[in-house]
């Protein structure tokens, strides 16, 4: 076991293998390796985010679906109630407007019956005159028993 | 072995013994052909086994590290990125608990350290018999081929610390604080200045020594059990050799973490002030 120049010339060798590795060894894996791990955990924080986005999303999305169904059920019920009020609507009209139809009718009807009097007063007038002038042979003046006349037929 | 089976004490020896190249007193610079040769080298001798195989090891990890580097993606990574990826991570975090200052040389220091130590040590689980005796037929007498366990090897990265650990005890403290730190704790009196600066430098030589010896001797032991495996018969060798070999798989992972470990918390020491 003698001790010899190996020592400094493992010293030597020792030192320049410490340079290579601090100079060309260390430093490139050394910044992948931190440069990954950055890497990763940025990842695991985009994905922790997205998982809260997803949540949140969800939560909207339930929120505006419960809020449409309610709105459809809203608009059902107004669409129900609205056909009702039409089909009373209706019905009231169609009511109405059959009893406008009847009253016209009636008033027509009376209206006729009236006409009908009117004529048949004055054609029994006429007649009442011509019977009479029948009866006396003589023509009777017209004018002058026009006024008797009339009251013959307002009386009928 | 080719030839006339050695004994086993000279089989061990063989194994224990590194390639050595040096300056002889008597061949000048040559290859060592004994151990008694690369004893009388002294200290202007290289193992170039050692330096071989730990500069190989280096420069596969940084080759697989660099390749994993250049294609590394902040998408999906590949099976090398996954690896790489794992062992610095893990090293992050290990740097992250023990160093609390803020100096970027500290975490690929540990990685390089750690990936390093592990990958020679590694080599040991390749059976003790195999490469030396490719590199005998080669026509190269010795083949230690795992560097941790070189006293050099291991005294040699912790020295590298402790450099580290010494300049940046100056860098952050000054040379004022660092001064003062080693002679006024941890008894905070000038008549006890001698004695604190006994015990602090003591206490600062002891980390290096203690980092590289641990290291050293865990695989030296090692190895030399795996050696000693060897020398069974051969119907015998599976049979111990296998769950020690698994033992060590947790060994030199072990070995290799405690030395990035304790260089980091002494790197934090030299960091904090006191």
Redesign the interface.
């Known amino acids: 076991?003698?001790?010899?120049?190996?020592?400094?010339?493992?010293?030597i060798?020792?030192?320049?293998?410490?340079w290579?590795?601090?100079k060309?060894?260390?430093?490139?894996?050394?910044?992948?390796?931190h440069?990954?791990q950055k890497?990763i955990a940025d990842g695991l924080d985009a994905a922790s985010r997205a998982t809260r986005d997803l949540e949140l999303a969800q939560e909207r999305a339930n929120e505006t679906l419960r809020e449409s169904k309610e709105q459809a059920s809203q608009i059902l019920e107004q669409a129900n109630k609205r056909s009702a009020q039409m089909i009373e609507e209706a019905r009231e009209q169609a009511r109405a407007e059959g009893e406008r139809l009847v009253a016209g009718a009636r008033a027509e009807i009376e209206q006729e019956i009236h006409r009908a009097k009117d004529e048949l007063r004055a054609q029994v007038s006429t007649l009442a005159v011509a019977g009479a002038e029948r009866v006396l042979e003589a023509s009777v003046d017209e004018k002058a028993h026009r006024k008797l006349l009339d009251k013959l037929a307002a009386e009928l | 072995m080719a030839g006339n089976t050695p004994s086993p004490s000279e089989y061990i020896r063989h194994h224990l013994q590194?390639l050595?190249f040096?300056k002889h007193p008597e061949n000048g610079w040559s290859l060592a052909h004994s151990a008694e040769e690369?004893?009388e080298?002294?200290?202007?001798?290289?193992?170039l086994d050692?330096?071989g195989w730990?500069?190989a090891m280096?420069a596969l990890?940084?080759w697989l590290?660099?390749k994993?580097?250049?294609v590394?993606?902040?998408?999906v990574?590949g099976t090398l990125?996954n690896v790489?990826?794992m062992v610095?991570?893990f090293v992050?975090l290990t740097v992250r608990g023990a160093f609390h200052g803020r100096n970027?040389?500290i975490?690929?220091?540990a990685?390089?350290?750690f990936v390093?130590i592990f990958l020679m040590n590694f080599l040991k689980l390749i059976p003790v018999d195999y490469v030396p005796e490719i590199f005998l037929r080669l026509g190269v007498d010795y083949m230690k081929m795992v560097?941790t366990t070189?006293?050099?090897?291991t005294?040699?990265?912790a020295?590298?610390v402790f450099?580290l650990i010494i300049y940046y005890s100056l860098k952050v403290k000054g040379a004022g604080g660092f001064a003062k730190e080693l002679s006024l704790t941890p008894f905070n009196h000038w008549s006890l200045i001698p004695f604190n600066l006994v015990m602090e430098l003591i206490g600062l030589l002891v980390k290096p020594l203690s980092l590289g010896l641990r290291l050293f001797g865990n695989m030296f032991a090692g190895e030399v059990i795996f050696i000693l495996i060897a020398l069974l018969p051969f119907w015998a060798i599976w049979v111990l050799d296998v769950p020690w070999a698994i033992f060590h798989l947790l060994i030199i992972t072990l070995q290799a973490f405690i030395f990035t470990v304790l260089s980091v918390v002494y790197l934090n020491q030299a960091h904090e002030h006191h």
């Open positions: 076991m003698n001790i010899n120049m190996t020592l400094i010339g493992q010293t060798a020792f030192a320049i293998f410490v290579f590795c601090l060309y060894v260390w430093p490139p894996i050394s910044n992948a390796l440069e990954r890497k | 590194n050595t040096g690369a004893q080298m002294g200290f202007w001798a290289l193992h050692t330096m730990s500069i280096g990890f940084i590290f660099r994993a580097g250049k590394a993606t902040t998408g990574p990125q790489v990826e610095i991570e992050e970027s040389v975490a690929p220091l990685l390089t350290l390093w560097p070189d006293p050099n090897a005294l040699g990265m020295l590298g450099l």
